[in-house]
């Protein structure tokens, strides 16, 4: 067997503080303590998988960070560049919805360790210079100018090294503060990629690419998929590097129902994942991150577009019944699901 494949992934990971069950923040008098955030969740996937991967990013030396770290390791998530530095770690509390209520996230991230972040504090040549696969979000541009320009650092310390580069573009409203929008900054960033992820929002929200005659709010759970095949060709005519462009197609139900699934589009073919019907949701967050996860464990060991697609869609389905950002299954798990055993029987 040969040398496992190494994924690199860069960005924030924050103390989860979510509400038990479905409490409102109004109702709860304790939080559950956990650890997420969008390119760790990806690298805690890919380490399930068996698959060599390393998260990247800075941290405040304190007790906090450490357990975040222990947690990580012990996953299987290798920790050995990050950098230590500034006074704290980012929060997000997260609040459950149900039925008609959605979920609430409310951040306090900012000043965090990360966002203070400086060109030049991390030696992109060597975190890469072994790698198979880079991967970023639209997050950690987001976060601060800093964030951004190491975010460009890493982009193009990869391409000169000939290592695949991965987006997912993760809109995030609330995070664009530092005086800059994403339609200002990510243009450049996305310029180096070979493959690019997002939902509808995204694409609209970002680069002003929609599809024509959508609405999410409209579809009660049924998704055209032929009307993403114009946002995908507009993406790849808007970035001619990326080889692929994959949208992810959630049909919101209600807050506890959603339909799921993705298209890939290559340049010339649009494939289409199975659609899982998924009737209880036990934690949608991360549900991207499992996706993306699984497309990159995929690309690196079918080689086969259909089937990678199908493994990330059947990956993140599963995820929609894990507590928690990260995606705690095994390949055989998903291939299993993705032969269609969706049963849930007693596994013994």
């Known amino acids: 067997m040969g040398k496992r494949k190494k994924i690199v992934t860069f960005g924030e990971v924050m103390l989860r503080l979510a509400t038990p069950g479905y409490l409102r923040f109004s109702q709860a008098n304790e939080l559950t303590a956990t650890f997420g955030g969008g390119e760790a969740n990806v690298a805690v996937s890919l380490a399930n998988y068996g698959m060599n991967a390393e998260f990247v990013t800075r941290l405040p030396q304190n007790d906090i960070a450490m357990a975040c770290l222990q947690d990580?390791?012990?996953r299987g998530v290798s920790t050995e560049?990050?950098?230590f530095g500034g006074e704290r770690m980012g929060i997000y509390f997260l609040e459950t919805g149900a039925v008609a209520r959605a979920s609430k996230v409310i951040y306090d991230r900012?000043?965090?360790?990360?966002?203070?972040?400086?060109?030049?504090m991390l030696d992109w040549e060597s975190i890469l210079k072994d790698a198979d696969w880079f991967h970023w979000t639209g997050i950690t541009p987001a976060i601060s100018q800093g964030a951004a320009e190491v975010c460009l650092e890493a982009i193009r310390t990869a391409n000169r090294l000939g290592v695949p580069v991965s987006c997912d573009l993760n809109y995030r409203k609330n995070l664009w503060k530092y005086g800059k929008t994403a339609a200002e900054v990510m243009p450049e960033l996305v310029e180096g990629c070979d493959l690019i992820l997002g939902n509808e929002e995204d694409a609209d929200k970002v680069f002003g690419i929609k599809p024509e005659g959508f609405d999410?709010?409209?579809?009660?759970?049924n998704i055209d998929v032929a009307?993403?095949?114009?946002?995908?060709?507009q993406l790849k005519q808007r970035f001619p590097r990326a080889q692929r462009i994959v949208i992810t197609l959630r049909g919101a139900i209600n807050a506890n129902h959603n339909t799921w699934g993705g298209v890939l589009f290559d340049g010339t073919q649009l494939y289409q994942s199975p659609r899982y019907d998924i009737t209880h949701i036990v934690d949608r967050v991360g549900g991207g991150d499992s996706f993306m996860g699984g497309l990159i464990y995929g690309l690196l060991n079918y080689e086969d577009n259909q089937q990678a697609l199908d493994f990330a869609a059947a990956a993140s389905c599963l995820k929609h019944t894990?507590?928690?950002d990260y995606n705690q299954v095994t390949v055989e798990?998903?291939?299993?699901?993705?032969?269609g055993d969706a049963s849930g029987r007693v596994s013994r």
């Open 81 to 83: 560049h990050v950098l």
């Open 322 to 324: 894990i507590y928690g």
């Open 110 to 120: 900012s000043h965090s360790s990360i966002a203070e972040i400086q060109p030049g």
């Open 333 to 339: 798990e998903v291939e299993t699901l993705m032969k």
């Open 72 to 74: 990580l390791r012990g």
């Open 227 to 233: 009307k993403f095949e114009s946002v995908c060709r």
């Open 216 to 221: 999410v709010t409209a579809t009660g759970g």
